[in-house]
């Protein structure tokens, strides 16, 4: 299955229980400032992912209006989704839960450098 | 020769279930390193060229790969044809002066190659008149840089499990990825090195005989 980049960004918001359109407590900008990095993390884990220019894609508001496909293998989706998941949650809030955000930061890595889940 | 030519995307999907977590893209660039090295260490795809005339007075010629989408690598012989009789001209490891000079203007005998330029040759002594197509080099061949993802079928009828060894274990020598896998790794490596030498050894031979038996492979 093709992915895309709005894809990634309504999986996001599932994870984080942030589905009401119209009163998203996370904006789409901030969503795609933290997949942006999410990449950015692949290039410095998994360069091999970026081939062949290794250029670190970069996404703005535009690019969820338009079929714009996720830029590496589908078989990473998810842990992008996890990746920014865990960001998002990262952030000082009521709403923050610190374990839960290491549990998804690490499903990132393991997902990127090893077998694990 | 054969111009024969298999897409490595044809492959991927056999390497793929050996390297979970791999990218086609990262596949296919590991696999064409592992054939570039086979290549020039091996000499493996080695083909004759179309012979070429000589002309007068002139000693320094310039090989076409016989394809678009190869290199030459090595010059490792060339034959003059005369009178329906061909014979081996003598190689010159370093330019010397003495024999070149030695010898006036008439049918060749020696060439040397140009390290810096694989398909440049020279030829002495230069011949006194034009000749029809009467040399012929057999060199050893590359792909091209940067690789059009074609694989000689050649290559691969011999040498798929060598090449194969050698992606593998090329990717599996990678550190912190999904398909990280140090013992596998040195498996794999030690029998592309090992195919690297067969490789070199049956081409030298072209493909025909052995050092102890007539033919190859044992069991014909």
Same mark, same amino acid.
């Given at each position: ?8 960004? /309504? ?25 942006? $990095? /999410? ?62 955000? $290491? ?10 450098? $090893?077998?694990? /889940? | 020769?054969?111009?024969?030519? +298999? ?6 999907? *056999?390497? =793929?279930? *050996? ?8 596949? =296919?660039? @590991?696999?064409?390193? @592992? ?7 091996? =000499? @493996? ?28 690598? %090595?010059?490792? !012989? ?6 329906? +009789? ?23 005998? &020696?060439?040397?190659? %140009? @390290? ?37 079928? &050649? ?13 593998? !274990? ?24 090992? !195919? ?6 049956? =081409? ?17």
């Amino acid at each position: 299955m093709s992915w895309l980049i709005s894809d990634a960004v /309504a999986s996001i918001r599932e994870q984080l229980q942030d589905t009401r359109a119209g009163s998203y407590r996370y904006s789409d900008v901030k969503l795609l400032r933290y997949l942006n $990095s /999410a990449f950015s993390d692949v290039r410095r884990l998994r360069p091999d992912l970026l081939l062949p220019t290794l250029d670190v894609p970069a996404f703005v508001e535009a690019d969820l209006l338009t079929p714009t496909a996720f830029p590496i293998d589908g078989m990473y989706y998810s842990a992008i989704v996890d990746y920014v998941a865990g960001t998002v949650s990262l952030e000082e809030d009521e709403f923050s839960v610190d374990g839960r955000a $290491s549990t998804l930061l690490n499903r990132f890595t393991q997902k990127l450098i $090893s077998r694990g /889940a | 020769m054969s111009e024969a030519y +298999a897409c490595i995307d044809n492959l991927i999907p *056999e390497l =793929a279930i *050996e390297l979970p977590g791999a990218t086609p893209l990262g596949i =296919a660039t @590991a696999f064409g390193s @592992a054939l570039r090295e086979f290549l020039s260490e091996s =000499a @493996a795809w080695r083909v004759e060229l179309d012979a070429f005339p000589l002309h007068e007075d002139k000693s320094v010629y310039y090989l076409d790969p016989p394809t678009p989408n190869s290199l030459i690598l %090595y010059v490792h !012989g060339v034959r003059y044809m005369k009178d329906g +009789a061909s014979r081996e001209l003598h190689s010159l490891t370093q330019q010397d002066s003495t024999k070149v000079a030695s010898t006036s203007a008439g049918d060749p005998h &020696f060439f040397h190659g %140009y @390290a810096d330029c694989p398909g440049r040759i020279a030829i002495y002594p230069p011949p006194a008149e034009d000749t029809e197509p009467c040399v012929i080099p057999m060199v050893s061949l590359t792909v091209t840089e940067p690789w059009d993802r074609q694989i000689p079928i &050649f290559v691969l009828r011999y040498w798929r499990e060598v090449l194969f060894s050698g992606t593998v !274990g090329r990717m599996m020598n990678q550190q912190d990825k999904p398909y990280s896998n140090a013992n596998t790794a040195v498996y794999h490596l030690r029998k592309f090195r090992a !195919g690297i030498v067969r490789a070199r050894d049956m =081409a030298g031979r072209q493909y025909t005989t052995a050092e102890h038996i007539p033919t190859f492979p044992r069991w014909a």
